[in-house]
C-alpha cells in the first residue's frame, strides 16, 4: 500500500531546477531526472521506514542515476517530503530547510 506523500512548494521548485539544469546540459536529460524523482518517490510511498534516518525524524532516499537525494519526514498526515537536493553540495544548508 502506498502512502500519502507531501510535496513542499520547496521540493517541487528544487525538482523544476534541476531538470531545468540538465536539460540544458542535455536534451531529454531533464525528463529523466525527473523520471527517477518520480521513481524514488514511489520507493518512498510505498516503504518510507527502508530509508535511515539522518538527522532527528529526516530521511533521505538516494535518486538513482543522479546525485540527488529526497529528504523527507513521517508524520502522521503522511509523507512530508521538504526536499529534493544536490548531494554534493553543503549539507548545513539542507539541515536549514528542515523545520
Sequence with gaps: MKNRLL???RAKAD?????RWCEL???RLGREFVAEVDAALS??????????????ETRRAIVHRFPYG??????ARGIVVFGVRHL?????SQ???VG
Design 7 to 9: 510535496l513542499r512548494r
Design 70 to 75: 529526497v529528504f523527507y519526514r513521517i508524520e
Design 43 to 56: 520507493r518512498v510511498a510505498e516503504n518510507p521506514l527502508q530509508y535511515q534516518v539522518l538527522h532527528r
Design 25 to 27: 546540459q542535455r536534451p
Design 88 to 92: 554534493h553540495r553543503d549539507p548545513t
Design 15 to 19: 525538482v523544476r531546477s534541476a531538470a
Design 95 to 97: 539541515k536549514a530547510r
